[in-house]
C-alpha cells in the first residue's frame, strides 16, 4: 500500500461516483447512490463493503453500537455518500471518527445533490497516510 496507490484508488472511485451521477442524477436519495455506487464498484473490479459495522471501545469496553460507514472499497478507502444541499463540518469529523476507529489512511465524501460530483466530493487523509511510502 502506497500514498500513490491509494490516490489512484481514490481518483477512480470518484471516476465511479460520476458515472453513476451522469446515468441518474441527482435529487434522490442516499440509498439509491449507494446501490448504484456498489454496482458500479463491483462493475469495474473493485472490492467493495456496504453499511459497515464501525466497531467503538470505550473505557477498554467494546460498545455494540450500530455505527455503520456507507462504504469500504478495496479495505483501505472509505467513503461516505451524501445526497444533501451542502456538506457541512459534521460529516467531516464523522469521516475522520471512522477512519481513526478502523484505522485507514483515506476517505472520500461525496454529495451526489450537485450539477458537478468533482466539486463536491471531499478527500481526507490520516496520520496512516503521511506514513506510507509514496510510490
Known sequence: M????????????????????KQIGPGLLESVYEHCMVEELNYQGFEVVRQVKVPVTYRGKKLDCELRLDLLVNDCVVVELKAVEEIIPLYHAQILTYLKLLDKPKGLIINFNCS????????????KFAVLPKE
Not at 458537478?116 to 496520520?127: L, R
Request: contains cysteine; glycine residues 6%; proline residues 3%.
Open 116 to 127: 458537478n460530483i468533482v466539486s463536491q466530493s471531499i478527500s481526507i487523509v490520516t496520520p
Open 2 to 21: 502506497t500514498q500513490k496507490g491509494i490516490n489512484d484508488l481514490a481518483y477512480r472511485i470518484v471516476g465511479c461516483a460520476i458515472t453513476v451521477h
